[in-house]
Structures are given as C-alpha cells and as structure tokens.
C-alpha cells in the first residue's frame, strides 16, 4: 500500500505537516474548539425546545425580556446583565464591583450591531475563539509543538473555560489580555505587552499582577524605560477607573463597598474558606444522606485546591516569571475570593496549562469527550435553569 511506504509512515508525515511545519497546525485546535462550542450550543438550545416548546432560559424570565431573535439568550446568564446593563446606562450600585473594559467593547460593538445582547456575545465568543491559537503559541514557547496541540485543546476544553469563553462574560477578553501580555514580553515587544497588562488591568480585579510580572521581568532584564511605563501605564489606567468612581459616588472604595451586595449572601476571603468548612462539617456520628453529600462535597472542594495548588507550584519549574504569577494569582484568589467561585476562576489561572500534555492520544481524546459531557451539563444549567456556577 503506498508503495513502499506503510501508514503508519504516512499518518506520522502527515501529522508532522498538519502540527510540526506549517501554520495549519493554529487551525486545526481552533476549528476543534470552535465545532464543539457550536454543537454544544447546538445541543442546549434542542434540549430546551424538546417537545416542541418555545425556547426560553431562566434569564428571560427574570429580566423580563423576550428578546427577537430568541437564540443570544443561550449565551446569556447572571452577571451577563450587569455588563449589558453597564453598556447600555452606565454605572451604579451595585455595579461599581464590574470592571469597564467589557461593557465599553459592548456598546461599542453595539453602534454596529445595534443590539446589545447579540454585541456582548459576539465579543465574548469570538475573544474565546482567539484565546485557542494564542495560548497555542504561547505553549510552542515552552513545549514541542505536538504537545502545545494537546495542552491547547485540554485548556480550551476544560468546561469551566469551556463555559465561560462561550458565555457573555468577561473571561475571553481577560485571557486574550493576560496570555497576549505575556507573548508580547516573550517577543520583547514591550509597549505592547504593556498594553495588554493594561486591558487585563480594566478586566478584573487582579489584572494587575501581570503587570506585576512584567515589571519584574523588565527589571531584572534591566529594561528601566520599559519597567517605568510597565508600571505607570496600568496605575494611572486603574487609579483613574477608582477616580471615575469616586467622582459618581463620593466613596473612595466604591468597588469593595458594592461587594456588600453579594456579601449578604456568602462572605469573601478566608471567611468564605471557614465558613464553607464549618457549615458542612459532617457529623460522623450519624452518617445520614446530608452528611454524605458534605463529605463527598468537601472532599471534591479539597481535591480541586490541591490540584491547582499543585499544578501552580510546577509552573515555577516551566517558566520562574510566569511561575511566579501563577502562584500570585492563586494566592489572591484563595485569600479575596470565595470558595463556590473558585472552580471557575483557578482553571484561568494560565501558566498552570502549559504543565498539561500528554503523549496518549487515547488520554485526549477520553478526556475531550468527558469535558465535552460535563460542558453541556453545566452550560443547560447555567443559562436555562439558572443554576449559579462561579
């Protein structure tokens, strides 16, 4: 067959062109992620009109909008109506705790779309897209190309950022920013990379510390021009955010005072740590079904942190900088955040990606398709029922 040549030749030389030599190996986990965003799309929106029933969310509903076309409703859920009501009036309270950058793209996008909810998703989406053949270049930096196929896929993938790389939220533009950030330093296109850190900065609350990392990057290359506006450019970008906010509010901590609007419900921090402990501790005495569910509960709590706790620690040995980042990051989120947000928000914390590669393709490809199973699970319960995740 082939001539001389067996398949198992032909198949290795046809990896090595599609993956190893030419640029087609960028779309290749590209149109992967961007098909399975489609049909998992595809698949909530027939598992909520089955029986022939009109499409309708949890969200419809609740915001009391029925909107035409009915489909951007999939894509929509929770904080997505903050960033669109933000774009469409403005801030105030309780909306001060929402960064600008995104609901600025939305109405910009707006004035060429002329609607909202299909602007917030389309920025969303097409950012997530982007985040796929960024992140793989990134990973070509610290790994072979094939494994930067496999950590690619399995970071895109992931249902968590699966989800929110879908959904209108702003987990696609602060991805694009952070990983942009940092190939831009890599590259040594340094005003570049700055901006980046400053768009992460606009994002979220700890956009900062990429800027973090990149002055001490810059610092230790001895780039002092370069560290000084690294340092300046997103302070002012974020003193100026805070400015904005206490010339609308008269409140100095405008941002952490509107967190007492969530805080009713659950505290942040290490209260949130000790509270979720206690307030499940099991009692081993008489093992009925709630205190199984605690126990499994906690259990799957520990796991996830230890997890990433571990994954950070070994980014130290791929890159010191990124590393460094990494843990930061990780530290923030365990000591600021709470503890039913942090599924959604450690799977972001970059570096901890490149650690995952695998030479098994039959490990992948298992793994892809379970992502796949719990993505379509989690995003039905997140935009039709209503479920909150993160």
């Given at each position: ?9 032909v198949?290795r ?14 779309v ?33 509903k609740?915001w ?9 409703f ?25 960064f ?53 896929l399995?970071?895109?993938?992931f249902?968590?950022?699966?989800l ?30 700055t ?81 979720f402990?206690?307030?499940?501790k ?9 205190d199984i ?14 997890l ?31 503890v ?7 799977p972001?914390?970059l ?9 098994s393709r ?29």
């Amino acid at each position: 067959m082939f001539g001389n040549v067996s398949p198992e030749t032909v198949f290795r030389r046809l990896s090595s062109h599609v993956f190893d030599e030419r640029k087609i190996r960028f779309v290749v986990p590209c149109s992967v992620v961007l098909g399975l965003k489609l049909l998992a799309g595809w698949a909530v929106y027939t598992l909520a009109t089955h029986g022939n029933i009109a499409f309708a969310t949890f969200w419809m509903k609740e915001w009391g909008i029925q909107p035409k076309p009915d489909w951007p409703f999939l894509f929509h859920g929770w904080d997505s109506a903050w960033y669109i009501r933000i774009a469409k009036m403005g801030y105030s309270y309780p909306a001060y705790a929402f960064f600008p950058a995104y609901p600025f793209l939305i109405r910009a996008a707006s004035g060429l779309t002329g609607e909202y909810f299909i602007s917030s998703f389309m920025i969303s989406f097409a950012l997530g897209i982007l985040a796929v053949p960024m992140f793989q270049l990134l990973a070509e930096h610290y790994v072979s190309k094939n494994e930067a196929v496999v950590a690619t896929l399995l970071f895109a993938l992931f249902p968590p950022i699966f989800l929110f790389t879908t959904v209108a939220y702003t987990e696609s533009l602060f991805t694009v920013a952070v990983i942009g950030a940092w190939i831009f330093c890599l590259r040594k296109h340094y005003f570049s990379a700055t901006v980046s850190a400053t768009i992460a900065t606009t994002t979220k609350v700890y956009g900062l510390l990429i800027s973090l990392l990149l002055i001490l990057r810059l610092f230790r290359e001895k780039k002092m021009k370069d560290a000084f506006l690294a340092a300046i450019i997103p302070s002012i970008t974020f003193a100026g955010w805070n400015a904005y906010l206490f010339n609308l509010t008269g409140d100095l901590g405008a941002y952490k005072s509107s967190q007492s609007h969530w805080q009713e419900g659950w505290p942040f921090g290490i209260n949130s740590i000790l509270r979720f402990i206690v307030e499940l501790k099991p009692r081993f005495g008489q093992l009925a079904p709630p205190d199984i569910h605690a126990i499994l509960v906690v259990t799957m709590w520990l796991l996830i942190l230890s997890l990433f706790g571990v994954l950070v620690v070994a980014t130290l040995d791929v890159d010191l900088d990124f590393g460094m980042y990494a843990t930061i990051q990780f530290l923030f989120l365990v000591a600021f955040g709470t503890v039913w947000s942090f599924l959604r928000f450690l799977p972001f914390i970059l570096p901890v990606w490149l650690i995952a590669r695998t030479k098994s393709r039959l490990i992948t490809i298992v793994a892809i398709i379970i992502f796949l199973i719990v993505s379509l699970v989690i995003w039905y319960q997140f935009v039709v029922l209503g479920v909150w995740f993160g």
